[in-house]
């Protein structure tokens, strides 16, 4: 299943400068397996060793932020966007 | 309700608005709590004043004392309140503050008297805490009461906003509120929790900021507020969704149709209570309660309620709006 994954500035040289990807994938885990071996750049930086998120990342999947669903295993419908984002603070 | 011993009395108790008319879901009320109202225009006056008030409790500052410094990383609102503060109780402040912010946000700033230490705009407020924390560690006799690690910020929403909300909507289901500090949606949603237990949901609300920034090297260069962490934010919340500047700017106009001028940070959170409003079940009976963390009057340069949609849209993308 096709799904397009927005890349944020900070990841854009491991990605040849693309802010959009395509890659396959029908949960979370399948979706960032398949952009790492697509971009080995990326490796470390989204997904840490033990297979869970680095700590300054957020990843949403329709705009929900996949830490508050399933985490990894969060499934993701043909067709859905998901977003990477850096941790960023306001106020 | 007719004098008030200070401005400062004014901080707090602020009005919430029923605004359901623009709900997409005729069983889920949304009420919004119009933290502009504050003196210093923004939810941050609260945060503000607890931490100057926690700071002179604990003997870090002591009022009437001359010569008192103290300084702060912000993108703005707790620049500008902590600003107002410290010109009525008379001490000097300094804001780090990134440079690709709204040009009212540093009038502001310079009508209250505060010193701009500008921070690259690159690195958004990622930036603007580093750098403080540098000239903090390089000048100890400043007091740095850093918003985004202090129990303060927190605090003046565990003992206000949320007490607030909770008596002027008591039938509160579900707590909306955008995500900077995290201070807001600790403070209330904390407070609603201990109260309500698992019948309130609590949902944040996040800008796409970290998308644009470019001005971080890698991952590492990323910020979780010490107070998000140290009181489990990530256990307390329900949901967090991202909002985009194009839906922030359209919501924050659409706010206009109930007479709300508010600001682009408060469209977003909006967005967040009609995503809300619109997930949940038909007929099932709700009460979403919204914070608008500041009025429109700090944004009008950026022309989002008047400019062609799509050259607005862009223009948010550059600017710090949370």
């Given amino acids: ?91 | 309700m007719s004098m008030y011993p200070s401005v400062l009395a004014l901080i707090g108790n602020t009005p919430l608005v029923d605004i359901s008319s623009l709900s997409p879901n005729p069983a889920a009320r949304i009420c919004i709590k119009l933290e502009g109202q504050n003196p210093g225009g923004s939810v941050k006056d609260r945060v503000a004043l607890s931490l100057i008030e926690q700071a002179e409790h604990d003997g870090i500052l002591v009022p009437g004392k001359p010569d008192q410094i103290l300084m702060e990383p912000s993108s703005g609102n707790t620049g500008i309140g902590l600003a107002l503060v410290c010109k009525v109780k008379g001490y000097h402040l300094k804001v780090v503050m990134p440079t690709n912010v709204s040009i009212e946000r540093r009038q502001l700033l310079e009508l209250w008297g505060a010193e701009i230490i500008e921070s690259p705009g690159s690195e958004a407020s990622n930036g603007a805490v580093r750098m403080a924390q540098k000239l903090a560690a390089d000048n100890p006799e400043w007091v740095f009461l850093y918003q985004y690690g202090n129990p303060a910020n927190p605090k003046a929403h565990y003992e206000g906003t949320g007490p607030e909300i909770l008596r002027d909507c008591p039938e509160v289901t579900h707590f909306v509120a955008g995500l900077g500090t995290s201070g807001t949606l600790l403070g209330v949603g904390r407070y609603l929790r201990d109260q309500l237990g698992e019948k309130v949901q609590i949902w944040a609300v996040e800008p796409p900021s970290g998308e644009t920034v470019d001005g971080l090297r890698n991952l590492d260069d990323g910020y979780i507020p010490p107070i998000f962490e140290e009181l489990g934010g990530a256990e307390l919340l329900d949901r967090k969704t991202v909002v985009r500047p194009r839906e922030s700017i359209e919501w924050t106009r659409r706010l206009t149709d109930v007479g709300i001028f508010a600001g682009i940070s408060t469209g977003a959170a909006v967005a967040g209570a009609i995503k809300c409003a619109a997930s949940l079940p038909p007929g099932v009976e709700a009460s979403i309660v919204v914070v608008s963390a500041d009025g429109g009057w700090k944004y009008l340069s950026t022309g989002a309620w008047t400019d062609d949609l799509d050259e607005v849209t862009e223009r948010a993308k550059s600017i710090i709006y949370f």
Avoid: C, W
Avoid at chain 1, 33 to 58: C, M, R, T
């Fill in chain 1, 1 to 91: 299943m096709a799904v397009e994954v927005r890349i944020p500035t900070v990841l854009r040289t491991h990605t040849g400068g693309a802010a959009v990807v395509t890659v396959d994938g029908a949960t979370i885990g399948d979706v960032l397996g398949k952009l790492v071996a697509e971009y080995p750049g990326i490796s470390g930086q989204v997904v840490q060793e033990d297979g869970s998120l680095h700590k300054f990342v957020n990843i949403y999947v329709n705009d929900d932020d996949v830490r508050y669903l399933d985490g990894v295993n969060t499934p993701v419908p043909d067709g859905a966007e998901v977003s990477i984002l850096p941790a960023v603070a306001g106020g």
